[in-house]
């Protein structure tokens, strides 16, 4: 099986078609509608994992959506803990992108698998108003970025990606 899947829908007022790509890492499958994205996340591995719309391709000038949930005992403690991270960010080039300062993501739901992996799932408008750190979706080709890699939860941040990829969608 995969590593990570991903899935969205586009809310919209009209009828709804839905897509469906697989690449060798990963399944996206989604349905276009109107005013808001839903992303539902899985991923089968204790990671973060992220997707961002790309003007190119590329990373830099990307609109990324990151998103991490793990349980763990913590230092001193012998119960476990949940530590959740979803957050809307901005690739100014080849490095961990920045968090945005509005933050336009909405989490919908999130759940912890048995064993490693978890499914989160969060909303954002197709339109934020959020020029400095957002790309508009438009009904028009968007070149989608994906990648997962470990997480320091010490400092709050995904370290370098253990894996990445590409996909062009409309």
């Known amino acids: 099986g ?7 829908e586009l ?3 009209a009828g709804v078609s839905s897509r469906r790509f697989e690449t060798m890492e990963d399944t996206i499958t989604y349905a276009p509608h109107e005013t808001d994205i839903v992303f539902k996340f899985i991923s089968h591995l204790d990671v ?6 790309s003007p190119d391709g590329n990373m830099p000038g990307s609109d990324v959506m990151l998103t991490y949930l793990t ?3 913590p230092l001193g403690k012998s119960t476990l803990s949940e530590y959740f991270h979803l957050s809307d960010r901005r690739a100014a080039d080849y490095t961990v992108p920045a968090v945005d300062a509005s933050q336009d993501l909405e989490l919908i739901t999130k759940t912890k698998n048995s ?11 197709l339109q934020t108003g959020d020029a400095e750190g957002d790309l508009d979706i438009a009904d028009a080709n ?5 990648a997962y890699g470990p997480f320091d939860r010490t400092l709050g941040s995904p ?4 894996n990445r990829g590409k996909i062009s969608v409309n």
């Open 2 to 8: 995969s590593a990570f899947t991903l899935e969205w």
């Open 11 to 13: 809310r919209k007022s």
């Open 48 to 53: 973060w994992t992220a997707i961002g719309l």
């Open 71 to 73: 349980e763990y005992v």
């Open 115 to 125: 064993g490693a992996g978890y499914e989160v799932t969060f909303s954002r408008k």
């Open 142 to 146: 968007v070149e989608l970025i994906w």
């Open 159 to 162: 370290k370098q990606h253990a």
